[in-house]
């Protein structure tokens, strides 16, 4: 996955990428990411990348100029790319999304958004897509772009220690995960279920499954209206409706 990321704190996202699996996943070369700082693309003596909003307003808003400045110099290579706003007004950015984004074999800008927001003309003649992470507000794009970055590099081949990690994670299945446990067996008098110590690998998945989805029918019941259903789970739907009564 190929990345190059707009923003004026590039010292958020260069930390982020320095640790743990997308760290790993850049010295595999698995995940290519570079960050811009957007000040660098200015052109006047201040690196200014704000100002006041036309018709007034609280707030200031992104400037065009440094925006289309950096998409454009970047795209001077040749290479397409595929510029991504994260923005609250794109669409909520999902498993299948991040999927999407993992196997595409595009480059992506990322626009990290700040303040008010960015000036409109930016939208209609940069952006190709937008991406929300959700129905509420922070304080800027970075950590949206880190969100997209993370769950998608977690789905390339090879980006996790176990491949089986990123299949039985919450959402790849549409269901949400099972309980683990690890030492020690007794912790101030919880126990780990007996069935995990059996070495019965039929049972131990079997009780997985149940414990998925009796997780998933009580915290996201919505998930399964969407998810396909096979007979041994609506068995088991059935029998823990019934427990839930």
Same mark, same amino acid.
């Given at each position: 996955?190929?990345? *190059? %990321? /707009?923003?004026?704190?590039?010292?958020?996202?260069? #930390?982020?990428?320095?640790?743990?699996?997308?760290? &790993? #996943?850049?010295?595999?070369?698995? /995940?290519? %990411?570079? %960050?811009?700082?957007? &000040? *660098?693309?200015?052109?006047? @003596?201040?690196?200014?990348?704000?100002?006041?909003?036309?018709?007034?307003? #609280?707030?200031?808003v992104l400037k065009p100029e440094p925006l289309f400045n950096a998409v454009e110099a970047l795209k001077g290579d040749g290479e397409e790319r595929r510029v991504v706003l994260l923005s609250p007004q794109g669409r909520v950015f999902t498993q299948a999304i991040a999927k999407e984004f993992s196997q595409s074999g595009q480059r992506f800008i990322f626009i990290c958004g700040r303040y008010e927001g960015i000036d409109e003309r930016v939208r209609l003649a940069l952006v190709d897509d937008e991406i929300s992470i959700g129905d509420y507000i922070i304080t800027g794009g970075e950590l949206a772009a880190l969100v997209v970055i993370d769950a998608a590099t977690r789905l390339i081949p090879g980006a996790l220690g176990d491949e089986r990690s990123a299949e039985e994670e919450s959402f790849t299945s549409q269901l949400l995960e099972y309980p683990h446990y690890t030492r020690p067996r007794e912790f101030r008098g919880m126990k780990v279920p007996d069935v995990l110590l059996s070495g019965n690998h039929r049972e131990i998945w079997l009780w997985r499954r @149940? +414990?998925?989805? @009796? &997780?998933?029918?009580?915290? @996201?019941? *919505?998930?399964?209206?969407?998810?396909? /259903?096979? +007979?041994l789970d609506r068995r088991i739907l059935s029998e823990l409706r019934e427990e839930l009564l």
């Open positions: 996955m190929r990345c *190059d %990321v /707009l923003t004026i704190f590039p010292d958020i996202i260069k #930390a982020y990428l320095d640790e743990s699996i997308l760290r &790993r #996943a850049q010295e595999k070369g698995l /995940l290519d %990411v570079k %960050v811009y700082n957007l &000040r *660098d693309f200015t052109s006047d @003596r201040h690196r200014k990348v704000d100002d006041y909003p036309f018709g007034g307003g #609280a707030g200031m @149940r +414990e998925a989805l @009796r &997780r998933t029918l009580i915290k @996201r019941p *919505d998930l399964l209206e969407r998810m396909e /259903l096979s +007979e």
